[in-house]
């Protein structure tokens, strides 16, 4: 269905994904591919050339079979750490179009071989103050510009990025959750013990897509950098069926809920984007639209699980409602 | 008066002490170590099962493991401070307690840190720590002020023994032929000449400047581990000095019980005396009324301003912990001081129970730091398994602090044999200035 939706508004997601493909892929289809390219002496060559932009501004030409390749290509510890250059990544979240549909939740599950209790991205219910509704409001890491979690950490294992993406690498980590207690938007998990999943060694661990596991490190959303390579969206805002997060790049201004591709500074500045918690000089790099003309009751958000509804009990309006036998 | 003579009587006295446990020492110690036992069962638990097997979850990740490593680490701080201003200013009546201070100060020291590694999810890498070191880390300051600290310790404490050394070496008849081996290794050649003596003396009493300064650096940065973060109950100016006030707090209040406990058990009435309970009394009065201050300003600032964050905060302490709190913040300061206050009531077992309900307190206060907070973030708790939201700690983790207190005690009653609780050397420095009187002499001359 999506799909169809994607010819629909084709130009625009294909534009996004064009862009991504020219820029993303192919810029670090320089070095680090070309070296990955040699050493794999079992890839065929097909023929067809392709132009592709260096990090360094060259234009070189690549073979085709290469940057089809290049997704699976294996992103280790040490090149993970630079970030793909060029890029400074932003999401934007519309709390207007928030339903607590869980999609995002449940595909980032997936992709991160999460479990079912285990959440790098989770739904808050928020209510600003008394006389306000409250409202769904989807939380990632933040990414931010001033990380306190970066600053803390005794070994380095956490870091930021070039393009703005903090990554953990669970090969460094220590384990002493320091950077768990001084990140104050709660976005960060630990492995408390091992789990046979860890042992599936089918694909080599990658900061970028914290797979797999590993027991006594920490762990959390990483904006899927694996899939921005590829000049995908992050599994959240993709998988989401209401086009809540928006997902690009500020050097570009644009952004993408994969149904619409909007500037990203006409959007903040048209529609009062804010970062949460901006009063503690993280500097987020994740933007919210406020929950103005919503496009669903708040009810709608209670058509979940029976043990989803019970981890909002200590909301006073959850409370509240339930009183009134309304959940 | 025969200085050699002295020596020799003091080394008799002292012997008993050194040699022969008794029937009920020999209890004690196998109870200590069936604790240790129990929590090294514990340990490895954790080690095989990971940190699941504690209480620690996503939100609360430091639980009482880190609550001990304060306040083990705090005390350790404090006797330093404490013993280094007995030394530095020559205080009249340190004798009989500055050795009790000094143990404490080096077995808290080694006690502290184990418990900081049980809060590490992989204490394989640990070496990581000075592989890929990174600076600006409150960690890496931690970790150099706490090494720069427990070798300051371990000198300071071994310049203070090297005179008892080399008069039990000196007098070592009836001792095992190791331990007089022992003694003489451990002496380096210390004859008690007065070239030696003033040399001796005048290292000491830098030593002792050294590491007041070092007691302040390293309990300030464990504070900033917490207060250098955004979180609301941490996040404080004051967290500094408040630490440092508390430290001194827990340590004035387990040395009062050390010395009643070895005055009781080791017969010791003649060197530590009531004088001594009062002075320390004293002590602990004017820091609980300073720790009390410190308190109050810290809750009452995040109560009058209420900040949205603190409001949560203090709801949190004040509706789910209200006994703890009432117990930390209202007994375990008013008591010692009303205690205290009041010359009538100071006695040495009031004064005993007044120093174990402001450590009791004290230990809570620190678990009110701790955990409160981390339940209590700047975004609720929310879209969370229901068994991830508070904390309690599980069996392994109260095994392994009670193996931590039942190690404490150990490593001093093994100290405690090596050489006597009581500086002989500081005895005849006493009497070599003269300023004896024969009421003064040894216990057994008084009983004789």
Known sequence: ?327 | MNIALRKKELVKEFSPLLLKPSKWAKIWIGILVGLILWGLIAFVIQVVKGHEVTGMRDNVVWGIYIINFIFFVCLSYSGAFISGVLHFFKTPWKNSVSRIVEIITVVSLIIGPIFILLCIGRLDRLHYLFLYPRIQSPITWDIIAIITDLIGCFIYLYLTFIPDFAILRDNSEGLPKWRKKLYTFLAIGYRDTSTQRKRLHKITRIMSAMIIALAIVAYTVLAWIFSLTLQPGWNSTIFAPYFIVAGLYSGIGVIIIAMYLIRKYFKLEHYIRKVHFIGAGVILLIISLLFGYFTFSEYFSRWFSHKIHDANLLDTLFNRYFWEFVFANYIGVLVPIVILFFKKFRTIKSITFAAIVAVLGLWLNRYLIVVPTLETPYIPIQDTRPEFVHYSATWIEWALSFAGVAAFVLFFMLLMRLVPIIPMSGIIDYEREGKVRPSELTQQQQQQ
């Not at chain 1, 976005?187 to 599936?200: C, G, M, T, V």
């Not at chain 1, 990658?206 to 899939?227: I, N």
């Not at chain 1, 998988?239 to 500020?250: E, Q």
């Open chain 1, 1 to 327: 269905m999506k799909d169809d939706k994607t010819t629909q508004n084709g130009t625009n997601r294909r534009k996004f994904l064009k862009m991504g493909l020219l820029s993303g892929a192919t810029t670090v289809a320089g070095a680090s591919l070309l070296a990955n390219l040699t050493s794999e002496e079992e890839l065929k060559a097909s023929g067809d050339k392709i132009r592709v932009l260096t990090p360094d501004g060259k234009m070189v030409e690549v073979d085709a079979e290469s940057i089809n390749n290049y997704p699976e290509a294996h992103i280790t510890s040490e090149e993970s750490r630079k970030g793909i250059p060029g890029r400074k990544f932003v999401m934007v979240i519309d709390l207007a179009k928030c339903k607590n549909a869980r999609n995002c939740v449940e595909s980032c599950q997936k992709a991160h071989h999460l479990d079912y209790n285990e959440e790098f991205l989770k739904i808050q219910l928020i209510q600003d103050h008394e006389q306000a509704d409250p409202y769904w409001f989807p939380k990632p890491c933040y990414h931010c510009d001033e990380p306190p979690c970066v600053t803390v950490c005794p070994t380095g294992a956490t870091f930021k990025r070039d393009d703005g993406i903090v990554l953990v690498d669970n090969d460094r980590c220590i384990g002493c959750k320091f950077c768990i207690t001084s990140c104050p938007y709660s976005a960060r998990q630990f492995h408390w013990s091992h789990k046979s999943k860890f042992d599936n060694t089918d694909l080599p661990y990658s900061p970028e897509t914290s797979v797999p596991g590993t027991e006594g490190t920490v762990m959390k959303c990483d904006f899927c950098p694996d899939m921005l390579r590829q000049g995908k969206l992050p599994h959240c805002a993709s998988s989401c069926p209401m086009g809540v997060i928006y997902f690009g790049d500020k050097n570009e201004d644009m952004v993408t809920n994969g149904e619409e591709t909007v500037r990203f500074s006409e959007l903040i500045n048209d529609r009062g984007g804010y970062r949460h918690l901006e009063h503690l000089g993280t500097k987020p790099n994740v933007y919210y639209l406020p929950p103005v003309n919503r496009q669903f009751p708040l009810e709608r958000g209670f058509d979940v699980d029976e043990d989803i509804i019970e981890r909002y009990k200590d909301v006073p309006y959850v409370q509240d409602m339930k009183e009134k036998g309304k959940i």
